[in-house]
């Protein structure tokens, strides 16, 4: 299928925004166990404390937002029956009685008031805070009604809302952010048995569950990071799913009676990001731009990914609102490589540290040596470093990674503000990059119910951060899914792996 058609298919169904979980509302599995093999590990139990799409996985489980997904993408309730824009500055949300979470709490409108005022404190220090601060007030209408008030007109918000779970008010502040971290608490349902780091997380259906109970009694999460591994297990049937399948083992396991391969255009992009908080060359956009005409990326994803990924010119892509179509990747070009390297100041080159992950994205660690190795041939030695994602993960936080990393982003809201803000505007938590005109243009269209005057915001905007470079520009990642041929699962370009909605064949 070409990828105009494959986009076509993509975004229509992906016509409004937020993130996914597919736990409210579908039709339970059978069978009494399941396992999945990840890449890496979940990095905390707590939800507002990490923005990992494979901790994700584990966690919307456990936990739900007020507003959910369903299968083809589609909004639809969840922890809220209803909700509607009051006027340009509020969302009135109408709350599902009955739900309690796994400690006997009550889900109410006190959990909601809780839960958004947590991640507004900045004591907290929670990781997705940023999405969340144009609310300036949450008001409790009554026990099952709350109201969201922002500073300025916020048209996206029921999308944030999606990936916002809720939390249990005194189990959080009778514990602590510490026990939080390991021992999660929710309405969601399952729960968490064990979790035994860098071995397997065991999660056991919610006998109490509100919603239809899950047939499925237990679900595994196993981090295998070498894919030669998972699929081994996947093979012997040690694991019934298994992600990030390399492109060349996707044709031999297709040819197994026993298994299926199942792909979906993703909606995280592949780069490497560079600082650009540092000084020295990187602090110079013709290195930037030099650093991109260095990497032939049609080759990598013509022989190392073997076709399985689409170009991108800037954080978005054609799933995005927002998308530029006019803005274009750069060409392949070493000798312009070389000359912007020249006028910069440096004819010779230069040398800088280099960190990738290992297992978390599809092929990470060949891909940033293939990248490694074309920097190399325009005189830039990048010294990488292979890392163990949950340290890799912690330098990341910390601010203490490297002038050059490489990451894979992706926001379920499928919106330009959720994709770009976090990792470019001056004040994103893990930007390392700093421009006044594209705060400016990002502020002014987060805030703009105008659709189109959003849309001519961030076309400019995808323009800027092109030219100024603060990326090593790569793919749209495809992901690619190998599972049990009896297990009756379809991969999503959200990327969310859910079994409460898995049967059995």
């Known amino acids: 299928m070409g990828r105009r058609k494959l986009l076509t298919l993509a975004i229509g169904f992906l016509v409004v925004v937020g993130l996914v979980s597919s736990s409210c509302g579908l039709a339970p599995a059978a069978k009494d166990q399941i396992t999945v093999a990840q890449g890496v590990d979940a990095t905390t139990m707590d939800p507002m404390m990490h923005t990992i799409a494979t901790t994700n996985n584990v966690l919307r489980h456990i936990y739900e937002p007020l507003i959910d997904r369903d299968q083809e993408l589609k909004m639809q309730p969840c922890l809220a029956e209803s909700w509607r824009a009051v006027n340009d500055k509020t969302w009135e949300f109408k709350l599902r009685k009955g739900v309690k979470f796994t400690n006997g709490e009550e889900f109410n409108a006190e959990t909601v008031k809780f839960t958004v005022e947590r991640v507004l404190d900045p004591a907290t220090k929670a990781r997705i805070r940023p999405n969340y601060t144009p609310i300036k007030e949450v008001k409790i209408i009554d026990p099952y009604t709350i109201q969201l008030i922002t500073d300025k007109p916020f048209p996206i918000l029921p999308a944030f809302m999606t990936q916002l779970l809720m939390m249990p008010p005194k189990y959080v502040k009778e514990k602590g952010n510490e026990v939080v971290a390991s021992q999660p608490v929710g309405t969601g349902p399952y729960v968490l048995k064990q979790w035994l780091k860098d071995d397997k997380i065991i999660l056991e259906a919610n006998k109490d569950y509100w919603g239809k109970p899950p047939k499925i009694k237990t679900v595994i999460f196993r981090p295998i990071p070498e894919n030669a591994a998972r699929i081994a297990e996947l093979k012997t049937g040690g694991v019934d799913v298994i992600t990030n399948v390399p492109p060349m083992e996707a044709k031999s396991l297709e040819g197994d009676p026993n298994i299926q391969v199942l792909s979906a255009p993703s909606v995280r992009v592949i780069y490497i990001a560079i600082r650009c908080d540092q000084g020295g060359p990187l602090a110079n956009p013709k290195v930037r731009q030099a650093l991109n005409s260095a ?74 040596e293939a990248v490694a190795g074309y920097l190399a041939k325009v005189g830039v030695k990048a010294n990488l470093k292979v890392l163990e994602w949950g340290v890799y993960t912690e330098m990341r936080v910390s601010r203490k990674v490297d002038p050059l990393y490489f990451l894979g982003w992706g926001n379920t809201t499928f919106d330009a503000d959720g994709q770009i803000r976090q990792v470019m505007h001056s004040k994103g938590a893990s930007s390392f990059y700093s421009n006044a005109a594209l705060d400016k243009l990002l502020d002014e269209a987060r805030f703009t119910i105008d659709e189109k005057k959003r849309l001519e915001d961030y076309h400019k905007a995808s323009k800027l951060i092109h030219e100024e470079a603060p990326w090593i520009f790569l793919y749209q990642q495809v992901d690619i899914y190998a599972a049990r041929k009896n297990v009756d699962w379809k991969p999503r370009s959200d990327e969310l792996v859910s079994m409460y909605g898995v049967s059995f064949k």
């Open 295 to 368: 990497v032939d990326v049609d080759t990598i994803i013509k022989d190392l990914l073997l076709g399985q990924g689409y170009r991108i010119a800037s954080p978005l892509t054609p799933l995005f609102f927002g998308y530029n179509p006019e803005v274009k990747p750069y060409p392949y070009d070493p000798e312009r490589a070389k000359k912007l390297l020249a006028e910069a100041g440096y004819p010779n080159g230069f040398e800088v540290n280099f960190d990738t992950s290992v297992g978390r994205y599809l092929m990470d660690k060949e891909v940033a």
